[in-house]
């Protein structure tokens, strides 16, 4: 075990690693409840009942629609049941219609950026999938203009990220709408939309509460979130939410007898410990709808810290969380009047998710210098930042990424950005000497033989390290490149913003807040917050 990383410097994985105490106790003592037995643990599932409950009200479910779903083992599994429902009611709709469903057979369309989840169920259950090519222009996402060109009457539906795995931006749910809406007028073509919001969807409503992606957007027939994400629980938990029971074919739905009591299933996996579920509500009622929000904005706030930062020296930023919305006079005042130039709203949306490559300038001074090293030099300080081509169309450029969560505080921003500005100058330093770039590109030998990746190769083995602390040398700041070094000062000391704000001097004092939030003022509002009766 002490090969593994340290949790807390995985900055490859959107999974939250942290739950405090009263959650791990919950966690550990009902790790062995199986949530699938209903007549065993009634509370239990009365409790999964509420949750549904809380995220379809979350998610903006009209009145008037009965909301169904599940808990699953991850988006994985909810992904797969999504599809499967888009792909029954088109199977109905087609017989109803005297049409054919095996030639030339069901298509669904979402972008090439999209996570390999989404391509599993196409290939699992026989559905073509029809990817639409992203860019640079369309910020590495999916434009909905070119999805509309691939929808035929075979399509099932469209998928919509909200949070792009690869800059954290959100696909435009609304804008697909709108365009389908186009399309059914012109042909009586009516396709649906299913929203992955992995992440997006335990972001979204707390950071951006008037942002329409939800179901409040006519043709969002269902959604999927990881609860293990921004939703704060430990890894093996996702959530399904269908806006009306109608919606869900009866195929899909299986009456069990044999545990019991009657009872109803829609899951592509059966046993499971009832931890998760119950970590999930624990965290809701102990975040409130206020909870959720102050640690959404913290951890865009340090994404956008982080970002400034990287832009001010050997990089270009590929994700957009930093970049304000509108720079008008207006908004501007608006600002200053307020005090709080931090509102997730004055940005560009997005997940707190920074991108970002070398600088087209820096390539040109130092062609020798491999941006995968960064990924491998990191490494060697205990840091996870993965460096990987862009989606099919654009796969020549590649990306580092840093995922924000709950345990990156602004200290270790600052910590962070210091060591990948003294992994970087040190390639620059050392261009003169090939020792370092042909341990970089042979990696670990084996049986004396070397293993020398390829150009496309965005990784590489390492040997066993210390698991320690960052390093807390940055000889570098007043080196070769001082400009450079100076942005690495004003981020190092303290963690604070380039500019004074919201986060800078009481920034550890908030991150601390994120880990568990507590309520200022100890009464009953806000406690369930966001939940309505069941």
């Given at each position: 075990?002490?090969?593994?990383?340290?949790?807390?410097?995985?900055?490859?994985?959107f999974?939250?690693?942290?739950?405090?105490?009263?959650?791990?106790?919950?966690?550990?003592?009902?790790?062995n409840?199986?949530?699938?037995?209903?007549?065993?643990?009634?509370?239990t599932?009365?409790?999964?009942?509420?949750?549904?409950?809380i995220?379809a009200?979350?998610?903006?479910?009209?009145?008037g629609?009965?909301?169904?779903g599940?808990?699953?083992?991850?988006?994985?599994?909810?992904?797969m049941?999504g599809?499967?429902?888009?792909?029954?009611?088109?199977?109905?709709?087609?017989?109803?219609?005297?049409?054919?469903?095996?030639?030339?057979?069901?298509?669904?369309v979402?972008?090439?950026?999209?996570?390999?989840?989404?391509e599993?169920?196409?290939?699992?259950?026989?559905?073509?999938?029809?990817?639409?090519p992203v860019?640079?222009?369309?910020?590495?996402a999916?434009d909905p203009?070119?999805?509309i060109?691939?929808?035929?009457?075979?399509?099932?539906?469209?998928?919509?990220?909200l949070?792009?795995?690869?800059?954290?931006?959100?696909e435009?749910?609304?804008g697909?709408?709108?365009?389908?809406?186009e399309y059914?007028?012109?042909?009586?073509?009516?396709?649906?939309?299913?929203?992955?919001g992995?992440?997006?969807?335990?972001?979204?409503?707390?950071?951006?509460?008037?942002?329409e992606?939800?179901?409040?957007v006519?043709?969002?027939?269902?959604?999927?979130a990881s609860?293990?994400k921004?939703g704060?629980?430990?890894?093996?938990?996702?959530?399904?939410?269908i806006?009306?029971?109608?919606?869900l074919?009866?195929?899909?739905?299986?009456?069990?007898?044999?545990l019991?009591s009657?009872?109803s299933?829609?899951?592509?996996?059966?046993?499971r410990?009832a931890?998760?579920?119950?970590?999930?509500?624990y965290?809701?009622?102990a975040?409130?709808?206020?909870?959720?929000?102050?640690i959404?904005?913290?951890?865009?706030?340090?994404?956008?810290?982080?970002?400034?930062?990287?832009?001010?020296s050997?990089?270009?930023l590929?994700?957009?969380?930093?970049l304000p919305?509108?720079?008008?006079?207006v908004?501007t005042?608006?600002?200053?009047v307020s005090?709080?130039?931090?509102?997730p709203n004055?940005?560009?949306?997005?997940l707190?998710?920074?991108?970002?490559?070398?600088?087209d300038?820096f390539k040109?001074?130092?062609?020798?210098?491999?941006?995968?090293?960064?990924?491998?030099?990191?490494?060697?300080k205990?840091?996870?930042?993965?460096?990987?081509?862009?989606p099919?169309?654009v796969?020549?450029?590649?990306m580092?990424?840093?995922?924000?969560?709950?345990?990156?505080?602004a200290?270790?921003?600052?910590?962070l950005?210091?060591?990948?500005?003294?992994?970087?100058?040190?390639?620059?330093?050392k261009?003169a000497?090939n020792?370092?770039?042909?341990?970089?590109?042979?990696g670990?030998?084996?049986?004396?033989?070397?293993?020398?990746p390829?150009p496309?190769?965005?990784?590489?083995?390492?040997?066993a390290?210390?698991?320690?602390?960052p390093?807390?040398?940055?000889?570098?700041?007043?080196?070769?490149?001082?400009k450079?070094?100076?942005?690495?000062?004003?981020?190092?000391?303290?963690?604070?913003?380039?500019?004074?704000?919201?986060?800078?001097?009481?920034?550890?004092?908030i991150?601390?807040k994120?880990?568990?939030?507590?309520?200022e003022?100890?009464?009953?509002?806000?406690?369930?917050?966001?939940?309505?009766?069941?």
């Open positions: 075990m002490e090969l593994d990383g340290a949790p807390i410097l995985n900055l490859a994985s999974v939250n690693t942290n739950m405090d105490e009263h959650a791990n106790k919950l966690f550990a003592e009902n790790a409840k199986n949530l699938v037995d209903f007549d065993e643990y009634p509370a599932q009365a409790i999964h009942t509420r949750c549904i409950s995220l009200d979350l998610w903006k479910v009209p009145k629609c009965k909301a169904i599940t808990a699953t083992t991850g988006s994985s599994e909810a992904i049941l599809g499967l429902a888009m792909k029954k009611r088109w199977q109905e709709k087609m017989k109803k219609a005297g049409k054919d469903i095996h030639n030339p057979g069901p298509n669904i979402f972008g090439a950026n999209a996570q390999v989840a989404l599993k169920f196409a290939r699992y259950f026989d559905v073509e999938a029809r990817l639409v860019s640079v222009e369309s910020k590495f999916m203009k070119e999805a060109k691939l929808v035929d009457e075979n399509t099932i539906g469209i998928i919509v990220i949070g792009s795995t690869y800059t954290g931006a959100f435009d749910v609304k697909m709408n709108d365009l389908l809406d059914q007028k012109r042909t009586g073509i009516d396709i649906p939309i299913h929203v992955d992995a992440s997006g969807a335990f972001v979204a409503p707390f950071a951006y509460p008037d942002y992606w939800a179901f409040s006519s043709r969002v027939n269902s959604i999927n609860g293990h921004y704060l629980t430990y890894p093996g938990l996702g959530w399904l939410v806006k009306d029971e109608s919606l074919p009866k195929d899909l739905v299986f009456e069990l007898h044999y019991g009657a009872q299933s829609f899951t592509l996996n059966f046993s410990s931890s998760p579920v119950l970590a999930q509500m965290q809701f009622l975040l409130g709808k206020q909870g959720y929000a102050d959404v904005k913290v951890d865009l706030a340090n994404a956008r810290m982080l970002s400034r930062a990287l832009e001010k050997y990089f270009t590929l994700s957009n969380i930093h919305v509108d720079s008008s006079v908004t005042m608006s600002k200053a005090g709080d130039d931090e509102d004055y940005y560009v949306k997005g707190p998710v920074v991108s970002f490559r070398l600088s300038k040109e001074e130092f062609p020798y210098v491999k941006q995968r090293w960064i990924q491998q030099l990191l490494r060697h205990g840091w996870i930042v993965p460096n990987y081509n862009a099919k169309a796969e020549q450029i590649e580092l990424r840093v995922v924000i969560r709950s345990t990156m505080s200290d270790l921003v600052g910590r950005v210091g060591d990948i500005l003294e992994v970087t100058e040190s390639l620059m330093d261009a000497d020792t370092l770039m042909m341990a970089l590109s042979e670990p030998k084996k049986n004396h033989s070397s293993d020398h390829g496309d190769e965005t990784s590489t083995n390492h040997p390290q210390h698991r320690g602390a390093s807390g040398r940055h000889h570098h700041a007043h080196g070769k490149h001082g450079h070094g100076q942005v690495t000062t004003t981020v190092i000391q303290g963690g604070h913003l380039p500019h004074p704000g919201k986060y800078g001097a009481e920034g550890s004092r991150e601390s994120a880990g568990v939030y507590k309520k003022h100890d009464d009953d509002s806000g406690q369930v917050g966001f939940g309505r009766p069941c």
